[in-house]
Structure formats: C-alpha cells, structure tokens
C-alpha cells in the first residue's frame, strides 16, 4: 500500500520516521470509515458528542483542569522541539493539538472513535495527524515514536497492562501515561460502585498497582505524581493545589513516567 504523504511542513527527519511510514492510506482512510463496533470492544461510551466533551475544556474548570494535566505531562515528558509523539487515546484530540502546537511537536493521534477523530481533525492545527486504532495493538513498527503520552483512557479498557506493553513498543525514548487515582477525593465521590457520570465504568488504581504495570517490561526510571486534589476547580480548590499538590499524591490525576530501555 502506499504511505500516506506528510505535508510540506514536515521535517524531513520526520517524513523518514517509522511513524509515516506505518501511516498507510489504508489507516487513514479506516480513521473515517470505520465504525466502533468493528474493533474491540472498551469501557467507555463511544456514543458521547465530541464537541459536547471537548467544549468542557473550554469551561473554566475545564481549562483549569486541562492545564494541570498538560503541565504535568510537559514536565514529566521533558519534549525536545520536533520530537515525534504518539497520543493514545487521544478522544477529541485536545491533547493532541496542545502538544502539536505548545511544544512543537510531530504528533500522531489514535483513538477507536471515528467520529471523534472527525471531530479532532476539523478542529486540528494542520500539523497533527490522526489514526484509527486501539491501545492494545497498534498499527505501528517497534520504536516508531521518540515520545508517547496517554491521558486516562487506559482506565477504560480492559487489559491496561497490554496496551502499557504497547506504549512501550512503539517508544524509543519516553513515556508518559495519565491515569486515576483510587486514592483521592474525587474517587470517593464519583468512582465508587462501578463510577457515576463521566467516570462510569473506570479503572482507579494505586500508587503500587501501577508500578506493578511495569513489572519485567523495558522501562526504567519510573516516577509517579499526582494532580488535581480538589477538582471543583474553584478558588479554594487551586490553592490547595498550589500549596500540596506536590507533595501528596491525593490528586485524582496520576501519571507514571518513565524510560524505556
């Protein structure tokens, strides 16, 4: 099958790189045809509105909890300018296009949901890309990316140690993988008795559960930290996140990061 052509804009480091490589005309053409019953089935609601999701980060709790979060990926990540980046999960693409765009990225989004990849690539930079695909086996060659970050959606699939199996073998330098915390306010109130709301049906781990992910996989140098200890995102909530966010890993927001060998 024919690759699929990168844009002029495209660094020629990059037009070499595994990851346009593996980006077949077939793969992108699937990204819009495809439905989601014909991959796999996940936990989460693959029928929400994309624009109803993505318009809450637009909110001021939203934004406020959107910037946390891409703060402490950036920082654990620790991206070099032109660097390639695979975003699984990436929904919306939200995360995708902040990463293109803040941190001069190559970045590559894949998600199970056409209509949200739809969706993410209306409202893209123009310098992202996006594929059809699920975490637990991805159309991609070993060692395609520099980078790859998740933000939670491994807590709703329901073999998170594959798809962490998967990240690894598609990244060549670092990792960045944002999940939820068991041990934190916001999964007392919303994800007890199987999850209410947004997070019906996620996974919440510990601390320990998730270094345990890791267990005889390539990865090396692991650090866990947590955000987002009060999600109301009001003035109360940013001080407390100000003054012991660092400090305590009670946010709802946890990411384990690492190397991989």
Not at 164 to 188: D, P, Q
Request: charged share 25%; net charge positive.
């Amino acid at each position: 099958m024919p690759t699929v052509e990168p844009p002029r804009s495209v660094s020629k480091r990059w037009r070499r790189s595994w990851a346009y490589r593996s980006l077949r005309a077939a793969d992108v053409a699937a990204a819009v045809d495809a439905r989601p019953d014909t991959l796999p089935t996940a936990r989460i609601d693959l029928s929400v509105d994309a624009g109803a999701y993505d318009a809450w980060y637009h909110t001021p709790r939203g934004a406020w909890i959107g910037d946390i979060e891409f703060r402490v990926l950036h920082q654990l990540l620790r991206p070099q300018r032109r660097e390639t980046l695979l975003d699984v999960g990436c929904g919306t693409g939200y995360f995708t296009r902040r990463f293109a765009g803040e941190s001069g990225l190559h970045v590559v989004g894949l998600d199970p949901n056409a209509r949200w990849l739809t969706f993410a690539r209306a409202h893209g930079t123009g310098t992202e890309r996006y594929c059809v695909g699920r975490a637990e086996f991805m159309p991609f060659a070993d060692r395609s990316f520099d980078l790859s970050v998740s933000v939670t959606a491994l807590c709703f699939i329901d073999n998170v140690r594959c798809a962490v199996r998967e990240i690894l073998r598609v990244t060549r330098k670092r990792f960045a993988i944002g999940l939820l915390n068991r041990h934190s306010l916001l999964y007392l109130q919303k994800g007890r008795a199987g999850g209410s709301g947004a997070y019906f049906g996620a996974r919440w781990q510990t601390t320990q559960e998730i270094r345990a992910l890791f267990d005889g996989l390539p990865a090396a140098n692991l650090k866990v930290q947590s955000a987002v200890v009060l999600a109301a995102g009001g003035p109360f909530a940013r001080g407390i996140e100000r003054l012991i966010s660092h400090r305590l890993s009670l946010g709802a927001f946890i990411v384990v990061a690492g190397d991989v060998r």
